[in-house]
């Protein structure tokens, strides 16, 4: 048995262990629908659109990560280490789950209401940055975004509908073409002395209908 998260939860103080509790069960999701776990039986397709319909609700509004999954309850007080844990992680994990639900079941979005708007305008969120990590992690992290959004297909969305959002298809276009001259270079590690080849190889399959 399987715990799905019913909603999407902005935490209700600063603790980053919760708060990272929530982007957790959020990647649940997202995992759960790539690999066809969910809908089940205990977990309907009523239970996935009552989440997805969460999302669109509890979008950010305040200006500061306007448009953002931010799952910080205070983002003006988040540390700058934490913004893309916080922040961006959430974001990219939101989007990717509804891309990916667009793509299983176009057929279910036309009840849900703002799926596209929100959509697209998280999408805006998420590139807004230009996958910019922080500081030991940052090539880490943006690699890691690439990797997030391509577990929801999100490439192959935009390859089909461009008009969404321009500017994350060519920052996922860049991200693939740095990856390929870094494996066709042989630098595997990056200057923290970090070995980046589990994430690359990760980039060439989740990215591959960019080629």
Known sequence: MIYVLD???ICRDMDFEHQGAIVGLMK???TYLQK???PYKKY???DLK???RSLIELQRKEEIIKDSWSVAPEPENTPEDEIVDFHFFPTYLAVATMSLFKQKYPDE??????FDNALKSGMYYSVSKKFKGFGFDSDFQRLEAAILLSKGKVAELL???PELCPPLLEELRLVLSEVTEAVKNKKIVNDFGINL???YKSILIGLDCLK
């Open 109 to 114: 979005i036309s009840d849900i209401s703002g």
């Open 50 to 52: 009552n989440y997805i």
């Open 7 to 9: 909603k999407f939860r």
């Open 159 to 161: 390859l089909r509908e």
């Open 44 to 46: 309907s397709m009523d």
């Open 197 to 199: 080849g589990n994430e």
């Open 36 to 38: 066809d776990k969910i």
């Open 28 to 30: 649940d999701v997202l």
